[in-house]
């Protein structure tokens, strides 16, 4: 399953590594490896990313980073070419992110003179720039019936798939929960009438896919490799005003 029909298909400016991920995941149809399998191959990337920022190999550190984000879009992908959808997979792969959008930063942080606190605004930032868009995008999907393993709010665990156990899905649900729900209650505390707005048009959701993980950690990248490191938390704490300015153009587009 598609997660937006063809005819609400927009460009998606953060998943530039899809077609690549659509053809890791048809090499893995008819083999044993899950997408919870996949799901740990993006954190090893995300890891090796690390320690290349750390030791300052900055132009790998870009390489790993897009890798990371090239296989966060191929479990995804893999449990729709083997409809196998999951909530374990879908906590599991939002819990691995969070905790790598911090230990990227805090990497960053580490070899900079940057100010911790400018780290954690940093890291807020991003986490709200993803929130938003998903937020929207959630909403287009659910409209659209579209992919349905992400809800707009998660309010309780929900109720395990065929193939999973109801323990796990809600042991991954605590914990996404937990890491989250500031950041997910803060979105829609700020624009709570997006869900039910019935126009998302291309153009603009295009334009907030650059809040979108995938473009986040392109732009991390880039500015690693050409050697702007000490910028980089200010660029996202900056970033973030588009947050605003985002939630103005949906609700001019919705008006009454």
């Not at 449990?79 to 990497?107: C, E, M, Q, W």
């Amino acid at each position: 399953m598609s997660k937006l029909p063809k005819d609400r298909k927009f460009i998606d400016l953060s998943d530039y590594g899809r077609p690549v991920a659509r053809w890791i995941a048809n090499s893995l149809k008819h083999t044993s490896v899950t997408p919870v399998h996949v799901t740990w191959m993006f954190v090893v990337a995300g890891l090796i990313a690390t320690y290349c920022i750390l030791h300052t190999q900055y132009w790998a550190a870009l390489f790993f980073l897009t890798l990371k984000s090239t296989l966060d879009a191929a479990d995804g992908e893999l449990s729709r070419v083997k409809n196998t959808p999951s909530y374990t997979g879908r906590y599991l792969d939002s819990i691995a992110d969070i905790i790598l959008n911090f230990i990227f930063l805090f990497a960053i942080w580490y070899v900079t003179d940057s100010s911790i606190w400018m780290m954690l605004f940093a890291f807020i930032g991003i986490q709200l720039q993803g929130t938003l868009y998903n937020y929207y995008y959630v909403i287009l999907r659910n409209q659209s019936n579209g992919d349905m393993t992400s809800r707009i709010l998660e309010v309780e665990a929900p109720t395990a798939l065929p193939g999973e156990k109801q323990s796990t899905v809600n042991l991954l649900y605590t914990i996404y929960n937990g890491l989250y729900i500031l950041f997910d209650k803060t979105i829609y505390y700020l624009d709570k009438e997006a869900v039910i707005s019935e126009n998302f048009p291309k153009p603009f959701m295009t334009m907030l896919s650059t809040f979108g993980l995938g473009f986040q950690l392109l732009i991390m990248g880039f500015l690693l490799a050409i050697g702007l490191i000490d910028y980089i938390l200010l660029f996202f704490i900056l970033y973030s005003v588009l947050i605003f300015v985002f939630i103005v153009i949906r609700k001019w587009i919705n008006r009454k």
